[in-house]
């Protein structure tokens, strides 16, 4: 019975490159939310996602930043020219179609040097 | 705007002494609360939710948490802590229709023995 998984658990970049942050839901849930969590910080919402659409990207950084969700495979959070303030834990969340709960992933810990 | 505002950002306790977590949320609308729990190298596992109906949740593990409207609080309570609740605590809102959550900055609670 597996949960929300997310590769790679750990992505260390060096500054103007660009990271990849994959999440794969739990089987059957096509909603998916993607939170930033800054060290002593709580989790900060960035994006939601329904399979290829965007329905709230309100915390989204306007610039470097996207997210996908496709047809098939995992959803996709893109950081581009990354800067020393993108480190942080990227957690990723899915929930069925009643989305009452969300269910969250392991994170990945991005390392910008 | 939201937020969430979590008191404690550490609390040590001895085993078996009780524990009360605050949470206020400044919001005036119908909201869904949770409290999730992060074990150490774990992921946030769900402790508790309230929707609607008994203000008072019982959740996993022995933990409670009582909605009280007219202080936009969810405190979360355990009557008698052991080594192994030793975690980060984190309280979220969902608001109106939106589905994304809004977190606290949470709690380190250290226990122990």
């Known amino acids: 019975n597996a949960g929300v998984m997310q590769n790679p658990r750990h992505l260390v970049r060096r500054r103007g490159q660009e990271a990849r942050l994959r999440c794969s839901p739990v089987?059957?849930?096509?909603?998916v939310y993607w939170y930033r969590q800054l060290p002593e910080e709580g989790l900060k919402f960035m994006v939601y996602l329904q399979k290829e659409n965007i329905i709230d990207e309100s915390g989204m950084p306007k610039e470097r930043f996207s997210a996908e969700f496709p047809k098939e495979g995992p959803s996709i959070l893109r950081i581009q020219q990354v800067v020393r303030g993108d480190s942080a834990a990227y957690f990723c969340?899915?929930?069925?179609?009643?989305?009452?709960?969300?269910?969250f992933g392991p994170g990945t810990r991005l390392t910008v040097l | 705007a939201q937020s969430v505002s979590q008191h404690n950002h550490h609390v040590i306790l001895s085993e078996a002494a009780s524990l009360e977590l605050g949470c206020n949320y400044s919001?005036?609308?119908?909201?869904?609360l949770f409290w999730y729990v992060q074990y150490p190298g774990q992921h946030l596992q769900l402790l508790l939710k309230?929707?609607?109906?008994?203000?008072l949740v019982k959740g996993i593990k022995g933990f409670e948490a009582e909605f009280i409207k007219s202080k936009f609080s969810f405190n979360l309570r355990k009557p008698s802590v052991q080594w192994s609740d030793t975690a980060e605590y984190f309280c979220?809102?969902?608001?109106?229709?939106?589905?994304?959550?809004?977190f606290g900055a949470g709690t380190r609670l250290a226990v122990h023995p």
């Open positions: 089987k059957g849930h096509s909603h």
């Open positions: 979220a809102v969902k608001t109106g229709g939106y589905n994304k959550l809004i």
């Open positions: 969340a899915s929930s069925p179609d009643s989305p009452d709960e969300q269910f």
């Open positions: 919001y005036g609308g119908t909201v869904n």
């Open positions: 309230y929707f609607s109906g008994d203000p």
